[in-house]
């Protein structure tokens, strides 16, 4: 089993130290203490979250779930509003401050258990991308 040093695996996770520790503390990663008291991170952890996993042939590291889709505006955020009206919703997710609506079906909404303080990704799939110097 190879074990990363805390830094190593957050620089993989492309996430601060802080954080990572953090996620310790909180157990949303598992960590072996060594002897002297340090953590040491799992590979099969960091594939875990990443949503990687080795090639059975060659060995390398290849997408899974989401991240094997093609789209990569993939914008991790929080729900801070579900409206509902008929067969639809508007959900509503906070991205680093900015806010990204969407028009799902209610049953898909209710299938992903979306609601208010709940962590969703919004991917965006765009033939075209304008940008406006601000």
Same mark, same amino acid.
Do not use: F
């Given at each position: ?5 805390? #830094? ?9 130290? /802080?954080?990572? !520790? ?5 157990? !949303? ?12 991170? /799992? @590979? %099969? ?7 990687? @996993? ?7 590291? @290849? /997408?899974?779930?989401? %991240? *094997? ?19 639809? *919703?508007?959900?509503?997710? %906070?991205?680093?401050?900015? #806010? ?7 049953? *898909? ?5 979306? !609601? !208010?303080?709940?962590?969703?990704? *919004? ?12």
């Amino acid at each position: 089993m190879e074990l990363l040093k805390v #830094q190593e695996a957050a620089r993989l996770l492309r996430i601060s130290y /802080p954080t990572l !520790k953090q996620w310790i503390y909180r157990r !949303k990663i598992k960590s072996i203490r060594t002897p002297g008291g340090h953590h040491r991170i /799992p @590979r %099969n952890e960091i594939d875990r979250i990443t949503g990687t @996993r080795p090639s059975p042939k060659s060995g390398d590291r @290849r /997408p899974t779930g989401l %991240n *094997a889709i093609s789209g990569r505006n993939k914008l991790l955020g929080t729900v801070t509003e579900v409206v509902y009206d008929g067969l639809l *919703a508007q959900v509503t997710i %906070n991205v680093g401050g900015q #806010q990204i609506t969407s028009i799902i079906t209610r049953n *898909a909404c209710r299938d992903l258990g979306l !609601k !208010k303080g709940v962590r969703a990704i *919004a991917l965006i799939k765009a033939t075209e991308v304008m940008v406006i110097r601000a």
